[in-house]
């Protein structure tokens, strides 16, 4: 179950952590109902911290005992995000969605639990963002767009119309997807790379075009551009 406001507790304390810590602050400054409760974190040497005026509150086991209304995961790996997200709502946890003020976000947008969606994001009509996502810094969907669960678009990403992004994908920064392009499943285009014709799950892909490969014997990679 979703909720539309309350408390929220950041699962991890790091960069990114922060970065969706000031999003909440501006949040809660336009009236939205949510309100940053502080950090827990793994990390040995955060405990005791604070970022934003915010406390590192203890490891990620002590989450239930914080008096939080929801959760997000500030993690920005996804394999890592996608295990704790998981793992978190197997336990009950209820989560957040993050939508900055100065984004610009279509009204039928349809965004999943638990999604981070940062300054300056643009997100086009008809789209669907998936739970666990992170639409990062300035980065850009045009319209109907399909994210995949735990994706992650980096920051100065730029998608055209419907285009399709699978599970767990990294969009490096500054990357491109032309128009009707599918990025596949747990895929990685690189940082300003430009994916002219449909990535296949599982790889990485790099340059302009992209290009991506199998891994040899000899560990060189064999590349290919989709034609």
């Known amino acids: 179950m979703r909720i539309m406001s309350g408390r929220v507790l950041l699962i991890g304390a790091g960069g990114h952590a922060q970065v969706v810590a000031e999003a909440l602050w501006r949040m809660a400054e336009a009236g939205s109902g949510w309100e940053p409760l502080g950090f827990v974190d793994d990390e040995p040497t955060l405990q ?5 005026g915010l406390p590192v509150l203890g490891p990620i086991a002590l989450w239930r005992e914080v008096g939080a209304d929801a959760l997000i995961v ?3 790996d996804n394999a890592t995000r996608r295990r704790l997200y998981l793992a978190l709502r197997e336990a009950g946890a209820r989560f957040a969605t993050v939508v900055h003020p100065r984004a610009v976000v279509a ?3 349809v965004i999943g639990p638990g999604s981070m969606i940062l300054a300056g994001v ?3 009509m008809g789209s669907v963002i998936g739970a666990n996502v992170i639409l990062n810094t300035a980065c850009s969907l045009d319209h109907h767009n399909r994210i995949g669960d735990h994706v992650h678009v980096a920051p100065g990403v730029h998608t055209g119309g419907d285009v399709s992004i699978g ?15 599918t990025v596949g499943a747990w895929s990685v285009l690189g940082a300003g790379a ?4 449909d990535i296949p799950p599982g790889v990485m892909a790099l ?3 992209a290009r991506w490969g199998d891994r040899r014997d000899d560990g060189r990679w064999t590349m290919d551009d989709g034609r």
């Open 122 to 124: 643009v997100v086009n």
């Open 194 to 197: 430009v994916a002219v014709h």
């Open 74 to 76: 500030a993690v920005g």
């Open 207 to 209: 340059g302009v075009p």
């Open 48 to 52: 005791g911290c604070s970022f934003l």
């Open 107 to 109: 009204p039928d947008v």
């Open 167 to 181: 599970e767990g994908a990294l969009l490096g920064i500054g990357a491109t997807v032309l128009p009707g392009r």
